[in-house]
T-cell receptor
């Protein structure tokens, strides 16, 4: 079957760095998305990786290793507003989106 | 965990026809369902929000007469793309919330529409 794994919840301190991991086992691969979602709101696009390596966008970076079926989202200089759920989603060979359950990130002062 | 299922997962249709996509919450009652559209390598675009038994609320720029949304029961919402054209080809995704305080969303697998 197809599977996306990410931690259920993580806690970090304001100003610190946190890495949210996502491992996947899917039938084929056509890209991986990271989304941020605040409670009750629609997800916000953070990144899209289809090639191996690290992509940096300001305080957020996303890394992909296709051979390992692994991605991570790195958040630097954490702010209280970064408290949210972070969703990993993989596009499989049929262009179906396979969603992770999301990681709830709690930022403490 | 809560499961949201979409059907069909893949549909090809001719220009001018209408296509209906279903979104079902399989093991919970969804008080609110959301419909999104996604273009390749771009963000999910929220199209509309629907609450069971009431009219959907459409986002700015989304034609409500073209994208008909019906949320007739607590477990089913449908999106009908009327008079589809090639530019409507896209990935349509639904999500649902149980209405709990967490506001947690559960996503469907998506429906890929190709209009010839």
């Amino acid at each position: 079957g197809q599977n996306i794994d990410q931690p259920t919840e993580m806690t970090a301190t304001e100003g610190a760095i946190v890495q949210i991991n996502c491992t996947y086992q899917t039938s084929g691969f056509n890209g991986l998305f990271w989304y941020q979602q605040h409670a009750g709101e629609a997800p916000t696009f953070l990144s899209y990786n289809v090639l191996d390596g690290l992509e940096e966008k300001g305080r957020f970076s996303s890394f992909l290793s296709r051979s390992k079926g692994y991605s991570y989202l790195l958040l630097k200089e954490l702010q209280m507003k970064d408290s949210a759920s972070y969703l990993c989603a993989v596009v499989d060979s049929n262009y179906q989106l396979i969603w992770g359950a999301g990681t709830k990130l709690i930022i403490k002062p | 965990g809560a499961v949201v299922s979409q059907h069909p997962s893949w549909v090809i249709c001719k220009s001018g026809t209408s296509v209906k996509i279903e979104c079902r919450s399989l093991d919970f009652q969804a008080t609110t369902m959301f419909w999104y559209r996604q273009f390749p390598k771009q963000s999910l675009m929220l199209m509309a929000t629907s609450n069971e038994g009431s009219k959907a609320t459409y986002e700015q720029g989304v034609e409500k007469d073209k994208f008909l949304i019906n949320h007739a029961s607590l477990t089913l919402s449908t999106l009908t793309v009327t008079s589809a054209h090639p530019e409507d080809s896209s990935f349509y995704i639904c999500s649902a919330t149980r209405g709990s305080d967490t506001g947690e969303l559960f996503f469907g697998e998506g429906s890929r529409l190709t209009v010839l």
